[in-house]
């Protein structure tokens, strides 16, 4: 098994790629800077480096700047379209040219599809509120489903916020937490779609495995990767504070978090309750469907 990851150095990719390993595949990161440095085993291609010659049984592209680092300046907005329509255009080109093609291919994309909508729960089959995040992932999906044009299945990762305290939000939380000054964001009842870390690896593994031993009623399309049971914030503030053993009584109103973040404050004070249909119709069974006890067991002293 030969998998092509874009992406591969980042926070889930690293995680996917040791996974992946632990089954006997083959990885191969796809990479700006050829000379990134990689697990031993693990061979990094440049862009410019995939040839005709190239072959690999899926490829998992995740390639994208963080959507949350920086406030959404016109310019840091276009960052974050080139930096995922480049790397995809790039893998869809390089499919083109080549004479045997993958047999599937998971794209990145994430539950801002969906654009902020309140409580409503939301399906894979749900219409989209217009928002910069909705914009960002509907360019980004539509040009991944360009492979479907070579005869690529496309699977479209719609992921929730991935947690884990080795990175991304969970980590940037812990110090402020374990200190005390946790926070309740603006009334704190927007809603948060989330998923641990080991869940979202083993959902795409699901997937990818699905397609690779030619299961008939391997999905295609996108895929809600989020766990089963979303929280408000006010929750997710709760369960953390919980699981420090630190108070969290404090709170952010929302016109402060406007000021100091801009348009990029929407991600924060506006939400989206979104549900994995279709991964559950799969068959996938979650090791984290809830909140509270993942973050007890993953925050265990």
Known sequence: MRILISGGSGFLGRALTAR??????????????????????????GYDQLGADDHFDAVVNLAGACIAEKRWSDRRKQLLFESRLGPTR????????????????LSGSAVGWYGAQGDAPLGEGSAAADDFSHSLCEAWESAAMEAVSLEV????LRTGIALHPAGGMLKRLLPPFRMGLGA????????????SRRDWVEAVRSLLLQHLDGTRSAPVGPVNVTAPEPVTNAQFTRALAHALRRPAG?????????????EMSTLLLEGQRVLPERLQQSGFVFRHPQLNPYLDTALAR
């Open 20 to 45: 992946l390993r632990e089954d006997g595949a083959q990885v191969a990161w796809l990479s700006r800077d050829a000379s990134r440095r990689a697990p031993d085993g693990v061979r990094v291609l």
């Open 90 to 105: 790039a893998l869809i080109e390089w499919m083109r040219r080549i004479p045997r093609r993958p047999r599937v291919l």
């Open 153 to 156: 299945p496309v699977l479209l």
């Open 184 to 195: 309740r964001l603006g009334d704190g009842s927007q809603v948060l779609s989330w998923i």
């Open 250 to 262: 404090l709170a952010l109103p929302a016109p402060v978090l406007r000021l100091g973040l801009g």
